[in-house]
């Protein structure tokens, strides 16, 4: 192996910059030759590259976002375009590939693989923490602190003005960022797609508190939360308790801009020096994570099938601290 490429696909998250980094730099200490691929599959099919060298990935370590831009490409999910990518990487001699993303972006680079038989080891970039093979991904240390900050700065006009506020935050498919900032950040109640949400529950909840004389509350609500979104869920509470002034709060892809946090820095670092080491060792078709402090490897098929399982006792720990 000669010449390797690195990319990153779908939503953004901090860390990916720090990740990029360590792959050139591990890369370039190996002696081996690195191209950037810009805007993720897309740029891979119309042959958007980018010779780097060290000089490349300075002062990056700190930035959120990618310097190597993101994209959804529809065109790479067909044949042709696979293809189209293929030969463009070809042509450009590249030996093998670093993904850096989620599970859509790894669903892509198992088919490409298979289909072509390129080594790709895969990084796992989002801030949702939804993949299988790691304690955590990039960009999820960050998005908690992100959303934390703001979970307390609510809290401060909450408080001065007796006001129930629901923040929704992201978490699509799953509820690892509402709860750990939940329970963080006080909340009566979280709200998260695994389980299903009980107004009455949510009311009874808030009732408690109003007999406790509480002047105010929070609730944490992922995205993907069954019973709707935040302005859902305040609509439905508000017909049966309307004690305190409501506010609603979409904290959106605020969560994912930011510098990365030291955690995300860190485990960016180790990701990316270890996909390296894996395609110099001749691995393939697999993601490189981090489970009990030990750098593991999972494979595309693995990750994309199983889900990161949420812990029952945080679940059960927001009901006994909000009691």
């Known amino acids: 192996m000669k010449k390797i490429g690195v990319f990153t696909s779908g939503g953004d998250a901090p860390g990916m910059n720090a990740c990029v980094r360590a792959v050139v730099r591990s890369a370039l200490y190996r002696n081996l030759e690195v191209i950037g691929i810009r805007r993720g599959y897309q740029g891979m099919i119309e042959g958007d590259f980018w010779a780097m060298d060290a000089r490349s990935v300075s002062n990056i370590i700190q930035r959120g976002g990618t310097i190597l831009k993101s994209s959804r490409s529809q065109e790479f999910r067909t044949p042709e375009g696979r293809k189209r990518a293929y030969h463009r990487l070809m042509e450009a001699g590249v030996d093998g590939l670093v993904a850096i993303g ?93 389980t299903v949400t009980s107004i009455d529950q949510v009311i009874d909840k808030l009732e408690q508190g109003w007999a406790r004389q509480k002047s105010s509350s929070i609730i944490v609500v992922a995205e993907g939360d069954d019973a709707g979104g935040a302005f859902e869920v305040a609509q439905k509470v508000n017909q049966k308790f309307d004690h305190y002034d409501t506010r609603v709060v979409v904290l959106g892809h605020v969560q994912r801009g930011g510098a990365p946090s030291c955690a995300d820095r860190v485990l960016a670092s180790r990701l990316g020096a270890a996909a390296v080491d894996s395609l110099l060792d001749g691995l393939s078709n697999l993601m490189v994570g981090v489970i009990n402090g030990k750098v593991v490897q999972t494979s595309f098929a693995k990750a994309c099938k199983y889900n990161q399982e949420l812990n029952p006792n945080l679940l059960a720990l927001v009901e006994i601290l909000s009691s």
């Open 102 to 194: 989620g599970d859509g972006t790894f669903a892509g680079a198992h088919a490409f693989s298979q289909e072509f038989n390129i080594p790709v080891i895969g990084c796992p970039g989002t801030i949702d923490n939804d993949l299988y093979g790691t304690d955590y991904t990039i960009g999820y240390d960050t998005a908690l602190n992100t959303v934390m900050d703001a979970i307390d700065k609510i809290r401060d006009t909450a408080d001065s003005h007796s006001r129930l506020f629901f923040i929704e935050v992201m978490g699509r498919d799953a509820g690892f960022i509402a709860l750990n900032t939940g329970i963080a950040g006080g909340a009566e109640a979280v709200l998260i797609p695994e």
